[in-house]
C-alpha cells in the first residue's frame, strides 16, 4: 500500500516539484605554457613529461603568471557580460590530495578576476518549430586557477599512479546562480557556454579529454516555494548526454526522497554519477564545510588590469554567437533555426562561410551542410568536419548545374568522406555524371515508350499515373544517370 | 579563544600530524596562553578600521612561451618510486558510501 | 680575512685561489668539529672551481666581483646537485635539480661555494638548536648558542671558516646571529633580494642577505645578490622603486645633518643594560659625527611579536604541507595506506617546534577555530607599515639593539613558545615593515661576548645604512679582525701559506 503511495506521488509529483540548477564549470585555457611555470599544457605527452621544479612544487620554487591566462579569463569574462575587476588577487586553497603538488591550489577566492554577468540562452530551439524562449542565466562569478595531476588506479594492484602534466594547467571556473530549472536548460547553458568559449578561443572544450568539466548543484523544492532545498553537489560528468541524464536521475532521486522522507531526508552530499548503473552515487558527505584555510598567496602580487588593457582585450573579441546569428540572418536569408544550428558551433559556422565563399547558393549550403553532413560527420574522429570546404561547394555545384542528381550528390558526399578525393575524381570514376544531353535522352526515351506501349496508351486516356511510371522506367534506363528535370520535359513533349 | 585538545586534535588532523595525548596536552596548555597573548591585537583591530591599504604594486607577468626544464633525470632524483615515468603511491581509495 | 684582502692577494701573486680554498678547507676540517656551523662542506667542488678560476686568471681573462671568496650558503637556499636539508629530516636526502637565483649570481661572481650552513629546521627558531642534525657553538664561547636561525652562517663568519656567508631573515634570523657572533648582518629591502630557490617559510617576510667580518664586504655581497628576477614576481627593480644608485665607494659619506630615531619602546623591560649602554653609546658617536639623534615612539611595537607570529606560522602551515612523502625528501617507513603514509612522514619528518609552528598556523587560518586572526594581522601589518613609512619621512635611520640579551647557554632556552619568541622582538617589526635593517658589533660585554646594534632605513635605502654602518665600524673596529680568543688568528690563512713555502705568484 505504501508502496503504491510513493509510486504514484512520485509519477504525478513531478508538475508539482521544481528542480533548481546551478553549474560549476572548469575550462582548460588555450595556453601554450603553464599558468605558473613555462611547460607545455600539451595533451597527450608522455607520463610527466610536461613538468618542472615549480609545477612539481619542489622546495624554494615560486609561480609566475602567465598573461595570456590573465587575458583569456579576462575574455571569457567580457563575452559573458561579466564586470572585470581592475584589482584581483591568487589565495591558496590548503588541502592535502596526492594530485595537488603543493598541498595547495593557487585559486582566486574573495576577489575574483569576474564577476556578476549573464548568459542568455533559447530552449526549444532543437526543433525547427519549436516554441522558443530566452532565458538569462547569472553568472556569479569566473576565477582563474591551477589544474590538479592525474591518479591512475592500475586495475587490481594496490597502487596508484601519478601524472603531473595536468597540474598547473591554467583554468577557469565559472559558477552560475542556481537560475536553471530542468536538466535541458543545464544543457541548454552548457552548449551556449561551449559555444562562446570556443568563439572567443579561449578554451578547446573538449570534454573527452577533459579540458571542459562541469560540476552541478541540484534542488528541489515543491513548486511556489522561494526557499532553496538541500542541495547536491554532482560530479564528473564527461559529456552532454551524461549531464542530462544525471540530473534527470538526480532530480527524480530527490524527488523520491522528498515524498518519501520528506524535505529533511535529502542530506547535502557529493554524488557522482555512475554512467553503468545509469544512477548517481554518494561520494561523500558535507559534514560541515570543508576547512580550506584560504589566504592571499603571499608568492603572488595582486594582478592589475588598467583601462587601456582592458580595452585592448576587449576589441580582440571575434564575433559571438549570438551576433554572427543575427547577420546570417541578414545576409544568407536564413531561417532562425538553421541560423542557430550553423553558429551554435564555430567550427561549422567557418565551414559555411568558406563553403558560401566559392559562390555557392547560401541556403543550398545550409541545406547540405545541415541535413546531409551530420551523417558522415557523426563517424568522424574528435567531431571534425571530414570534407573539405572547397570540395563539398564544387559537389553542391556540380548538382546546380545539373552535372549529377541531388541523390548522386549524396553518395558522392558520403565518398568523399572516406577517400578524400575530390567530386570530380569520384565523379569520374564511378562514371556518375548526369545525362544530359537532350539528343542522348531522346533516344534513351524512345526506347522506353517503345517498350512500354500500354503505359503510352494509359498516359493518352489520362491518366496521370502513367507518366510517374514512365518516368521510374527513363531513370532505370539510364542508370540514374538521367537529368530529371530534362527528362520530364523531353517525356511530355515526345508523348504530346 | 578557548583552546582544548579537542581543537589540537581537529587542527593535527588538517595539518596532517600526529601527537600523543601528552604532546596534545602540552601543545593544548601552550596554545592557550598564545591565543591569550593574542588578545592585545583584538583591541588595536577596531581602532583602525580607517587605515587604507597599502598601494599595491604592479602586476608581474610572464610571456606564454614553453620552455622545458632540461634534464628529467635530475628533476626526479629524489622521487623513489617511479614506474614508466609515474610516481607511485599507496592506493587511494575513492571515498564511496556503499 | 676581508674580501679585500683576499683580492689583492690574488692581483699581487702572493697566492693563488686554490691555496687560499685549500687553507679555508683546512680550517674547517680541524675546527668546525667544535663549532659545527656546516652541515655540507664542498671540498671537491670548491677545489674544482679554485682549479678553474686559477686558470681563467693567468689566462689573464677577467673574473668577477667576487672571484676566489670562499662563500658559506645556509641551507634552506638550493644549490643544484648538494643536498640542500634545511636542517630538517624531512629533507634529510634531497639534492636540489636547481641553483636558487642567488646561488647563480654567487657562481657568476665568480664566488666560491664552501659549504651549506646549519640553521634553526626551516629558519624556525633563534638560536640553531631546533637542527634535526647538530648543535652549533658560537665561536666566542662555545657554550653559548650563536643564535639563529642562520646561527651556521653566522658562526662560519666569526670563526674565520669563510670571509663571507648568505642567510636567511624572517624575522630576525640574520641579524640576531649576526649580534651574538659579533659580524655585520643585512636584511635587505623584501624585494630586492630574489626568493627563487629559498626553501620558503614565511614567503612574505623571507628574505634573503649577506653576513660578512665588516661592513664593505657586506654592502659588495649585497651588490651582487640584490636586483630583480623573472622567477620571483615578488622581487623589484630597485631602480623603479625609486633607489638611488649605490654608493661604488662606501665610507665618508657623512651623516651630518642626518636624524637618527630611537625608538622608545625598545628600551623598556627585558633589553639587557649593557646592550643599552652600548645602544646609547653608537647614538652619542652618531651625535658626534653631526647627527640629530631623537628618542620616537613606534607604538605599533607591541603589536609586532604577534602580528610576526600569526603571519608567518600561517604562511608556514601552508608552505610545508608539500612535504607529503610522495615526490621527494624522506617517506616514512611504516604504513598501511595513503594517509598513513603521509601523517607518519610529516610526524616523524619535522621537528617539534617546527610541528608547533605548522599548527599554531593552522588554527589561525582554520575557519573552525580563527576569530578573525590571520585578517586581523594582515590590516596590522599595513599599520606597522604606514608607521615605519611616516618615521621615515622624518628620519633618515632608526637606532636600536638587535637583541635584548646576550648569547644565552646553549640547551638553556625556554621551552616556553612564548619566553623564547621574545629573542625576536626588536626584529620582527623591521620584517613586518620590509624595510631593510643592519645589525652590526659595536663592542663587547663585560663577560666578552659580542653586542650588536641595528639600524634600520626606509625601503630601498641600505646605502644609508651601510654609509652609517661603516663610519661606527671605524669606531669599533671592523669585527673581522677580532678572532675569537680561542680559535687560531685568520691572518694565520696567509701566514700558514707563505710559511708552507708556497711559491710566489
Request: glycine fraction near 8%; charge should be neutral; charged fraction near 25%.
Amino acid at each position: 500500500m505504501k508502496q503504491k503511495m510513493k509510486g504514484s506521488h512520485a509519477a504525478d509529483g513531478n508538475h508539482l516539484f521544481e528542480t533548481v540548477i546551478g553549474l560549476e564549470i572548469h575550462a582548460e585555457l588555450n595556453t601554450k605554457s603553464k599558468i605558473f611555470c613555462s611547460c607545455s599544457t600539451r595533451f597527450g605527452s608522455r607520463p610527466n613529461e610536461n613538468t618542472c621544479p615549480v609545477c612539481m612544487g619542489l622546495p624554494g620554487t615560486l609561480p609566475v603568471l602567465n598573461e595570456e591566462a590573465v587575458r583569456l579569463a579576462a575574455r571569457a569574462g567580457i563575452a559573458l557580460h561579466c564586470s572585470v575587476n581592475r584589482v584581483s588577487r591568487f589565495d591558496r586553497k590548503n588541502y592535502f590530495y596526492p594530485d595537488l603538488p603543493k598541498a595547495y591550489q593557487i585559486t582566486q577566492y574573495d576577489l575574483p578576476l569576474c564577476e556578476s554577468g549573464y548568459l542568455d540562452i533559447e530552449t526549444g530551439q532543437d526543433r525547427p518549430n519549436g516554441k522558443r524562449r530566452i532565458h538569462r542565466i547569472g553568472i556569479s562569478r569566473i576565477h582563474l586557477e591551477e589544474d590538479a595531476g592525474k591518479l591512475i588506479h592500475p586495475e587490481g594492484e594496490p597502487v596508484t599512479l601519478l601524472d603531473y602534466n595536468r597540474a598547473g594547467v591554467p583554468l577557469i571556473e565559472i559558477v552560475t546562480e542556481p537560475d536553471m530549472r530542468s536538466p535541458e536548460e543545464a544543457a541548454a547553458f552548457l552548449k551556449a557556454l561551449k559555444s562562446i568559449l570556443e568563439y572567443t578561443e579561449v578554451s578547446d572544450c573538449r570534454m573527452e579529454q577533459g579540458s571542459l568539466r562541469c560540476d552541478v548543484n541540484l534542488s528541489v523544492r515543491e513548486m511556489g516555494k522561494t526557499d532553496f532545498g538541500t542541495k547536491v553537489e554532482i560530479k564528473n560528468l564527461n559529456s552532454f548526454r551524461e549531464i542530462q541524464r544525471a540530473l534527470a536521475a538526480e532530480a527524480e532521486r530527490q524527488r523520491e526522497q522528498y515524498c518519501s522522507g520528506g524535505p529533511d531526508s535529502i542530506l547535502p552530499e557529493t554524488r557522482r554519477w555512475d554512467n553503468g548503473r545509469g544512477r548517481t552515487v554518494s561520494m561523500r558527505t558535507k559534514e560541515g564545510n570543508q576547512d580550506y584555510r584560504y589566504f592571499p598567496d603571499p608568492d603572488l602580487p595582486p594582478v592589475f588590469l588598467d583601462r587601456s588593457l582592458l580595452c585592448l582585450i576587449r576589441n580582440g573579441i571575434p564575433e559571438l554567437p549570438e551576433q554572427k546569428k543575427e547577420r546570417f540572418l541578414r545576409e544568407y536569408g536564413l531561417n532562425p533555426y538553421e541560423a542557430g544550428l550553423l553558429t551554435g558551433e564555430k567550427a561549422l559556422a567557418d565551414y559555411y562561410e568558406e563553403v558560401v565563399g566559392f559562390g555557392v547558393d547560401s541556403r543550398e549550403a545550409a541545406h547540405w551542410i545541415l541535413d546531409e553532413l551530420p551523417r558522415i560527420r557523426k563517424d568522424a574522429e574528435n567531431g571534425e568536419i571530414p570534407v573539405k570546404s572547397h570540395y563539398l561547394a564544387d559537389l553542391i555545384q556540380k548538382i546546380g548545374e545539373g552535372r549529377i542528381s541531388r541523390n548522386t550528390g549524396k553518395d558522392v558526399l558520403m565518398e568523399m568522406a572516406v577517400t578524400r578525393k575530390t567530386p570530380g575524381e569520384i565523379i569520374r570514376e564511378k562514371g556518375l555524371s548526369q545525362i544530359s544531353g537532350p539528343a542522348e535522352l531522346q533516344k534513351i526515351i524512345r526506347d522506353v515508350l517503345s517498350r512500354n506501349a500500354d503505359a503510352v496508351q494509359d498516359y493518352k486516356k489520362g491518366s496521370a499515373k502513367a507518366i510517374g511510371f514512365l518516368m521510374g522506367q527513363v531513370m532505370k534506363a539510364s542508370r540514374g544517370k538521367a537529368n530529371p528535370n530534362l527528362a520530364r520535359s523531353l517525356l511530355e513533349e515526345l508523348l504530346s | 579563544m578557548k583552546v582544548d585538545e579537542n581543537t589540537i586534535r581537529y587542527l593535527a588532523g588538517l595539518a596532517k600530524l600526529e601527537f600523543s595525548g601528552e604532546e596534545t596536552t602540552r601543545l593544548a596548555e601552550e596554545f592557550q596562553k598564545i591565543f591569550d597573548h593574542f588578545e592585545n591585537i583584538s583591541g588595536a583591530y577596531s581602532k583602525m578600521m580607517d587605515e587604507k591599504p597599502e598601494p599595491a604594486w604592479e602586476s608581474v607577468l610572464r610571456k606564454d612561451e614553453v620552455k622545458p626544464f632540461g634534464s628529467r633525470q635530475e628533476l626526479f632524483q629524489n622521487t623513489k618510486p617511479m614506474r614508466d615515468g609515474f610516481l607511485i603511491v599507496p592506493k587511494v581509495l575513492e571515498q564511496e558510501k556503499k | 680575512m676581508t674580501i679585500d684582502e683576499i683580492q689583492k692577494g690574488y692581483r699581487d701573486k702572493r697566492f693563488s685561489v686554490r691555496e687560499i680554498v685549500t687553507e679555508y678547507l683546512e680550517r674547517i676540517r680541524k675546527l668546525d668539529g667544535t663549532i659545527g656551523a656546516f652541515l655540507t662542506v664542498c671540498d671537491d667542488s670548491a677545489l674544482q672551481k679554485a682549479a678553474e678560476l686559477d686558470e681563467k686568471r693567468s689566462r689573464g681573462e677577467e673574473t668577477g666581483p667576487l672571484a676566489g671568496i670562499p662563500v658559506a650558503v645556509k641551507d634552506n637556499i638550493c644549490t643544484r646537485g648538494i643536498r640542500t636539508t634545511c636542517a630538517s629530516r624531512v629533507l634529510e636526502d634531497f639534492i636540489p635539480p636547481y641553483d636558487a637565483t642567488v646561488v647563480k649570481k654567487l657562481k657568476e661572481a665568480d664566488a666560491i661555494l664552501i659549504g651549506k650552513a646549519n640553521l634553526d629546521e626551516f629558519a624556525m627558531g633563534s638560536s640553531t638548536e631546533t637542527s634535526a642534525f647538530q648543535t652549533t657553538r658560537n665561536p666566542w664561547d662555545i657554550t653559548k648558542v650563536p643564535g639563529g636561525s642562520s646561527g651556521g652562517s653566522a658562526a662560519a663568519v666569526a670563526a674565520g671558516f669563510a670571509p663571507l656567508a648568505i642567510g636567511s631573515d624572517t624575522g630576525g634570523s640574520i641579524r640576531q646571529p649576526s649580534a651574538f657572533c659579533g659580524v655585520v648582518g643585512l636584511k635587505p629591502t623584501y624585494g630586492s633580494v630574489s626568493r627563487y630557490g629559498l626553501v620558503a617559510f614565511a614567503s612574505s617576510l623571507d628574505q634573503i642577505g649577506p653576513i660578512a667580518g665588516n661592513v664593505k664586504d657586506c654592502a659588495l655581497a649585497f651588490q651582487v645578490l640584490r636586483g630583480q628576477d623573472p622567477n620571483d614576481s615578488t622581487s623589484m627593480q630597485p631602480d623603479a622603486a625609486g633607489m638611488p644608485s649605490f654608493p661604488s665607494c662606501l665610507p665618508d659619506q657623512g651623516i651630518r645633518g642626518w636624524k637618527i630615531g630611537l625608538p622608545r619602546e625598545c628600551f623598556r623591560h627585558g633589553l639587557h643594560p649593557e646592550i643599552e649602554e652600548s645602544v646609547r653609546e653608537c647614538g652619542r658617536l652618531f651625535e658626534k659625527m653631526g647627527a640629530t639623534i631623537r628618542e620616537i615612539s613606534l607604538p605599533v611595537w607591541d603589536m609586532g611579536m604577534n602580528v610576526y607570529y600569526i603571519l608567518s606560522s600561517a604562511e608556514a602551515s601552508s608552505n610545508l604541507a608539500r612535504y607529503d612523502g610522495i615526490r621527494y625528501g624522506i617517506r616514512a617507513k611504516d604504513y598501511n595506506n595513503l594517509e598513513e603514509m603521509i601523517v607518519h612522514t610529516r610526524s616523524e619528518g619535522f621537528g617539534w617546534e617546527t610541528k608547533r609552528r605548522i599548527l599554531l598556523g593552522t588554527c589561525v587560518l582554520s575557519s573552525g577555530y580563527e576569530k578573525g586572526y590571520y585578517k586581523r594581522a594582515m590590516r596590522l601589518r599595513d599599520k606597522i607599515r604606514a608607521a615605519f613609512r611616516k618615521a621615515f619621512q622624518e628620519y633618515d635611520l632608526l637606532l636600536l639593539p638587535t637583541t635584548p640579551t646576550l648569547p644565552f647557554d646553549i640547551g638553556k632556552q625556554h621551552s616556553d613558545p612564548l619566553e623564547m619568541y621574545l629573542a625576536d622582538i626588536h626584529t620582527v617589526s623591521m620584517s613586518i615593515a620590509g624595510v631593510p635593517a643592519l645589525s652590526l658589533p659595536c663592542g663587547f660585554s663585560r663577560s666578552g661576548l659580542p653586542i650588536g646594534v641595528q639600524l634600520a632605513a626606509n625601503h630601498f635605502e641600505e646605502n644609508k645604512l651601510f654609509s652609517a654602518a661603516s663610519l661606527l665600524e671605524r669606531e669599533f673596529g671592523p669585527s673581522g679582525r677580532n678572532t675569537p680568543p680561542d680559535m687560531p688568528p685568520v691572518g694565520k690563512i696567509v701566514d700558514n701559506i707563505l710559511t708552507r713555502g708556497g711559491k710566489q705568484y
